[in-house]
């Protein structure tokens, strides 16, 4: 069982490029999450969705799309990247009930120059 | 504002000792609590949660203690393990927020032989 896995693990961008993050889960769990992390800080929510087809924008959605074609996927967009875009990012997926536990991937560390 | 707080960025420990790491929140109507590890370069992964309606849960050598009426919430690692050394994440939900958790900043554990 995978559980969550996103890709890539490692991306390197020039600013002003763009990439999708890809997140993928096989646990058929309705919720998914993208946060960010930043030195010394928790993480943020960035978007998230509630169901196939359903996104919702979190903490800190500036700059950033998302789309939920699939159940089990869960894509985080940057179309313009910018230096403060620099961080690393977990996908995550629950069950909707409160208090549910969140199965996080192992991350994805972007550098944006 | 920071409605869950982790003032402690870090705890050094000696093996066998006790850890105990503490969180507060703000939102008075969090209800469910949990709390997060999270090795280098890995996802964090979940350890353990409360209800609001307790005060206390045990699992093995974890146990969490919750204060309502103080909104404070500690984890105590008995006895703590060099395995254990990771950082540690508080995180608070409600049940009217689609399965969204807020989480602190975190507190890195090291639990020296």
């Known amino acids: 069982n995978a559980g969550v896995t996103q890709t890539p693990k490692f991306r390197v961008l020039k600013t002003g490029q763009s990439m999708t993050l890809l997140c993928a889960q096989d646990?058929?769990?309705?919720?998914m999450y993208w946060y960010r992390q930043d030195p010394g800080m928790g993480l943020r929510l960035i978007h998230y969705?509630?169901?196939?087809?359903?996104?919702a924008k979190g903490e800190v959605p500036d700059g950033y799309n998302v789309s939920r074609l699939k159940k089990q996927n869960f894509l985080l967009g940057l179309e313009s990247a910018a230096p403060s875009q620099t961080s690393v990012y977990f996908c995550?997926?629950?069950?909707?009930?409160?208090?549910?536990?969140?199965?996080f991937g192992a991350g994805t560390r972007l550098s944006v120059l | 504002d920071q409605q869950v707080k982790q003032n402690s960025p870090s705890l050094s420990v000696q093996e066998g000792r006790i850890s105990i790491l503490n969180c507060d929140y703000t939102?008075?109507?969090?209800?469910?609590f949990l709390w997060y590890k999270k090795y280098p370069a890995e996802g964090p992964t979940f350890l353990i949660s409360?209800?609001?309606?307790?005060d206390k849960n045990e699992d093995g050598r974890f146990t969490v203690f919750l204060n309502k009426s103080a909104k404070h919430l500690s984890l105590h690692i008995v006895p703590s393990q060099p395995g254990d050394s990771a950082v540690y994440f508080c995180?608070?939900?409600?049940?009217?927020?689609?399965?969204?958790?807020?989480f602190g900043d975190g507190t890195t554990l090291t639990v020296k032989p």
């Open positions: 995550a997926s629950s069950l909707p009930d409160v208090g549910d536990i969140q199965y």
């Open positions: 646990m058929n769990h309705e919720y």
């Open positions: 969705s509630v169901g196939e087809g359903t996104t």
């Open positions: 939102n008075s109507m969090f209800d469910y």
């Open positions: 409360i209800s609001s309606i307790k």
């Open positions: 995180a608070a939900s409600t049940n009217t927020n689609a399965g969204k958790s807020t």
